[in-house]
C-alpha cells in the first residue's frame, strides 16, 4: 500500500464498482509499483561496505541531478560488479541504494534468465529485464549471480554456440548508451574471476568493487545495526564481535534473531549471552587449560610490549578456535637496533609468561604453529638485523635476495640468529618475572571476560605499575 498514489485510489475506487473489484485493482496497482518498494534501510544507514558505499552515495548524487537536469546521463556511472563472498550483502546494496536515490529497483539473476528449458527462452527473459528497467528508468538494474554467465573459453564446444548467443545478447543490451537513458546496472558475483571478461569490458560492468568480509570492528556496528537502538543498549559488543570474526552480515542477522526469540520465549531481556550462546552454538568449546594458557600468553605480549613501549594494545581476547589476538598499534621507535631486538621481545613475551607462569610444562605449541606465528615473525626479524640492516656480524655487507634465503640455514649464521633471539627471550622472562603481579592480574581478567578494550587495559596497568 506504500506504493499506492492519492490518484491511484480513485482510480480504483469508485462508487459504481462492487467492493471486490475496486481492491483486485488496487492490487494490481500494487504488484505493478512493487519496483518501488523502500521499506527496509537506505544506503546511508547501513554499516560497512568500504569503497562499495562511497560509490553508492555518490550515485544518489548523481541520480538527483540526472532527474532535475542538471547532469547529462553521460556523466552517470552507470555500472558496477559488485563481488564478494555470499552473505556480505551485495542484494542489499542494491536494495539500500534504489531506496537512497529514491529510484525503482528491477532484481533479476541469471538464474531466472536460465530458467526457460530453451535458448529462445532465456533470450526473451534478458531482453524482457532490460525492457522492464528501461519503462521505469530511472532506476536500478540488478542481476545477480552474473557468474552464471560463464567465460566462454572455459566452455565446451557443445555449450559454446549456446552461450555465445547469450552472451552476445547481455553486451548488446549492456552497451548503447542512448538505448537505455536512467538504467544503472549492478551485477553481483561470489566468483568475479569467472565472469566472462567481454562482459566486464563492455560499456558499463567495467569497474568492479569488492565487497569484503567485515573486520572486527564493522561486525560491532552491523550487530548495533540488527539489534537496533533498544536491545542491549548500552553494552559493548565487541566481544560478540571478536567470537563472529570472520563471519558476515547475514550470519549476524540470523544470530540476532535467534538471540532475540530465545529471550522472548524465556519472557525476559535480550543478555549478551544469548548473542555469545548463539555465535557459538554448533562450534568447539575451548578446554580450560587451553583457555588459562592463551590468556597468559597474551598478557605476557602486552606487559613486554607496554614495558618496552613496542605498541600500546587496543584488545586483548581469546576467541574461539584456540587463538588469541592482539590489536595493537606500533610506535615510532622501529627503525633502530634497539627498537627491533625490543619487537622481537614483546613477540617473545607471550611463551616467556607461559613458561613462567605456568611453569616449562604447562607452556603451549602455540607461539610456533602458522605460518605468521610469534617465533616465526622474531625469527624473521633477528635474520633482518644479521644480513640486511647492517647490524649483525657481517657488518654492512648486504647480501642479494637469494642469499638471505638460504644463509640462515648456515649453521655459524643459525648460531647468531639463534644468540640475538635467545638475549630477547631472557630479556621478555626477566621482565615477566619483575612484573609478574600484573601479568597475573591481566590474565586473570582475560580469562574471566574473553575480552579486554583499552579502557580495560589502561585501567589495570594504571593498577599495576610496570618496572621497566
Ligand atoms: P548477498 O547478496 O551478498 O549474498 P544479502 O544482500 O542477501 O547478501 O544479505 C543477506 C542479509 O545479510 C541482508 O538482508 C542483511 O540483513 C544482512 N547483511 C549483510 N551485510 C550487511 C551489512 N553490512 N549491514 C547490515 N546487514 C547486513
Ligand atoms: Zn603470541
Known sequence: ?????????????????????????????????????????????????????????????????????????????????????????????????????????????????????????????????????????????????????????????????????????????????????????????????????????????????????????????????????????????????????????????AWVRRAKSRARRQRRDLIIDDL???????RDVMPDVTRRACAVHEAGHLVVGHALDVFEAKTLAILDRGGATVLDISRANSQTESGIENYITALLGGRAAEEIILGRPGATAGSGIGEDCDFSRATQAAIDIELRFGFGAFGVVHFPKHATEFLPSDIAVTRLIRQRLDRCMERARRLITDNRDTVEAVAGRLEVTGYLGRAAIRELLTKHPMCK
Request: charged share 25%; glycine share 8%.
Open 276 to 282: 555469545l550462546t548463539e555465535i557459538r552454538s554448533g
Open 1 to 253: 500500500m506504500r506504493a499506492i498514489e492519492f490518484a491511484d485510489l480513485t482510480l480504483a475506487i469508485r462508487t459504481d464498482r462492487d467492493p471486490d473489484d475496486c481492491v483486485e485493482r488496487l492490487e494490481r496497482t500494487v504488484a505493478t509499483k512493487s519496483y518501488f518498494d523502500h521499506r527496509g534501510p537506505g544506503l546511508e544507514d547501513l554499516p560497512g561496505y568500504g569503497s562499495a558505499r562511497e560509490w553508492g552515495l555518490d550515485l544518489v548524487n548523481d541520480l538527483r541531478e540526472y532527474r532535475a537536469g542538471r547532469l547529462p546521463w553521460d556523466c552517470v556511472e552507470k555500472g558496477l560488479l559488485l563481488a564478494g563472498p555470499p552473505g556480505v550483502g551485495k542484494t542489499q546494496f542494491a536494495r539500500a541504494l534504489a531506496k537512497s536515490a529514491q529510484v525503482a529497483l528491477v532484481a533479476t539473476s541469471v538464474a531466472d534468465w536460465n530458467a526457460s528449458a530453451y535458448l529462445s527462452g532465456t533470450l526473451a527473459a534478458i531482453k524482457k529485464s532490460f525492457e522492464h528497467a528501461r519503462r521505469l528508468a530511472p532506476c536500478i538494474l540488478f542481476i545477480d549471480e552474473i557468474d552464471g554467465i560463464s567465460n566462454r573459453e572455459t566452455l565446451g564446444s557443445d555449450y559454446r554456440e549456446y552461450w555465445t548467443q547469450i552472451v552476445n545478447l547481455l553486451l548488446e543490451m549492456l552497451s548503447g548508451i542512448e538505448d537505455r537513458p536512467g538504467v544503472v546496472v549492478i551485477a553481483a558475483t561470489n566468483h568475479p574471476h569467472h565472469v566472462d571478461p567481454a562482459v566486464k569490458r563492455a560499456g558499463r560492468l567495467d569497474r568492479t568493487i569488492e565487497i569484503e568480509l567485515p573486520d572486527i570492528e564493522t561486525l560491532a556496528l552491523i550487530f548495533r545495526f540488527h539489534l537496533g537502538p533498544e536491545a542491549l543498549s548500552d553494552v559493548d559488543l565487541m566481544p560478540a564481535a571478536l567470537v563472529a570474526a570472520g563471519k558476515t552480515g547475514a550470519d549476524v542477522e
